[in-house]
């Protein structure tokens, strides 16, 4: 299978997510790994699982991240995609009424598969939804362990 993973980091996190997806699919596919400024200039006609990741911004992907699934309109028949995204943990969040705002306003992986879903890709298995500590990380400890788990889910 040939898989292409395009993602944007601002800290550094959902990069070591990418990495990890990329580590675990690697070894019985073909990865492709990019930033999404790198994207722009790949070629998809041969990606068979396009996966995005972005961090939660604002309740959204980044808007570079944005732009990429807005742009994305050459894509080969049949190609599904998948998405995840690096967000705070609900659980360290405070005042307890802020956990509240940021449950109603969501997450980025939602407005990605929303973008894919509009092109009329389909959108394979849960999102993943990996947790940061902080607003600039680091990953909470296990989640790459559960980046790769989430990775298997996909093929």
Same mark, same amino acid.
């Given at each position: 299978?040939?898989?292409? *993973?395009?993602?944007?980091? *601002? ?7 990418? @990495? ?19 994207a ?8 068979d ?5 972005s ?8 808007? @570079? ?51 894919? @879903?509009?092109?009329? *890709?389909e ?31 996909l093929?």
């Amino acid at each position: 299978m040939n898989v292409t *993973i395009v993602y944007d980091s *601002i800290f550094g996190n959902t990069a070591k997510v990418a @990495q990890a997806v990329a580590e675990r699919l690697g070894s019985e596919n073909h990865v492709r790994l990019a930033t999404v400024q790198e994207a722009k200039g790949v070629e998809l006609s041969d990606t068979d699982l396009l996966i995005i990741g972005s961090p939660t911004r604002g309740f959204q992907p980044t808007p @570079q991240i944005q732009e990429y699934l807005a742009e994305l309109v050459r894509f080969p028949n049949g190609m599904v995609a998948a998405v995840f995204d690096t967000r705070l943990d609900l659980e360290t969040v405070q005042p307890a009424p802020l956990r509240w705002v940021i449950e109603v306003g969501g997450y980025a992986d939602q407005r990605m598969v929303a973008a894919l @879903q509009s092109h009329g *890709i389909e959108v394979r298995g849960d999102p993943g939804a990996f947790l940061v500590s902080g607003n600039e990380g680091p990953l909470k400890a296990g989640e790459i362990e559960r980046a790769h788990g989430w990775a298997d889910t996909l093929v």
